[in-house]
T-cell receptor, first 117, second 114 residues
Framework: AQKITQTQPGMFVQEKEAVTLDCTYDTSDQSYGLFWYKQPSSGEMIFLIYQGSYDEQNATEGRYSLNFQKARKSANLVISASQLGDSAMYFCAMREGFFGGAQKLVFGQGTRLTINP | DTAVSQTPKYLVTQMGNDKSIKCEQNLGHDTMYWYKQDSKKFLKIMFSYNNKELIINETVPNRFSPKSPDKAHLNLHINSLELGDSAVYFC?????????????FGPGTRLLVL
């Protein structure tokens, strides 16, 4: 079963508008973490924001915020005041368990965001 | 002062060859990973090392062998390359302290097998 689902293969948004990228996840663990990464056309993977399953507040990092709805198992990324440089692939990812040692990231399929001038 | 670096950035080779990709991190992290991104942009974990010990070994052909000479380095050796090995390979690192630590990725190595 798909653990991370991103239902929007592509999105087109006007510059300066806010945009929401959807992410739903599936886990039976109580402890897990949700991450968003940005992959511009140059190919690198850039960490944007993290939300822990026990965090009561939604995470925010500058223009990025995470709309975490635990009961719905969704962790949508919100980008405020979009800029041309926000055009990229965006990946939602999940890690399960808080215990030490390596914990793998499971990624969604990605959403290609295009910001129009 | 790159945090996670990989060499080479591009690798074009013939089927059947053996090749290596190197990864180094200067973040002081104790855990390193290899991920593969296929042509459809799907990212999947391959291996992980924690303090030079193999922790995660996903269902990956035996032709792929990771090696971690020390905490700061994780190399990936691929024998008998096949067309299907063409992909982008990302190295990542994190500090596993029992909390949910962020993984930081290298720039990727674009492998093309002809």
């Amino acid at each position: 079963a798909q653990k991370i689902t991103q239902t929007q293969p592509g999105m087109f948004v006007q510059e300066k508008e806010a945009v929401t990228l959807d992410c739903t996840y599936d886990t039976s663990d109580q402890s897990y973490g949700l991450f968003w990464y940005k992959q511009p056309s140059s190919g690198e993977m850039i960490f944007l924001i993290y939300q822990g399953s026990y965090d009561e507040q939604n995470a925010t990092e500058g223009r990025y915020s995470l709309n975490f709805q635990k009961a719905r198992k969704s962790a949508n990324l919100v980008i405020s005041a979009s800029q041309l440089g926000d055009s990229a692939m965006y990946f939602c990812a999940m890690r399960e368990g808080f215990f030490g040692g390596a914990q793998k990231l499971v990624f969604g399929q990605g959403t290609r965001l295009t910001i129009n001038p | 002062d790159t945090a996670v670096s990989q060499t080479p950035k591009y690798l074009v080779t013939q089927m059947g060859n053996d090749k290596s990709i190197k990864c180094e991190q200067n973040l002081g992290h104790d855990t390193m990973y290899w991920y593969k991104q296929d042509s459809k942009k799907f990212l999947k974990i391959m291996f992980s090392y924690n303090n030079k010990e193999l922790i995660i070994n996903e269902t990956v052909p035996n032709r792929f062998s990771p090696k971690s000479p020390d905490k700061a380095h994780l190399n990936l050796h691929i024998n008998s390359l096949e067309l299907g090995d063409s992909a982008v390979y990302f190295c990542a690192s994190s500090q596993e302290s029992g909390r949910m630590e962020t993984q930081y990725f290298g720039p990727g190595t674009r492998l093309l097998v002809l």
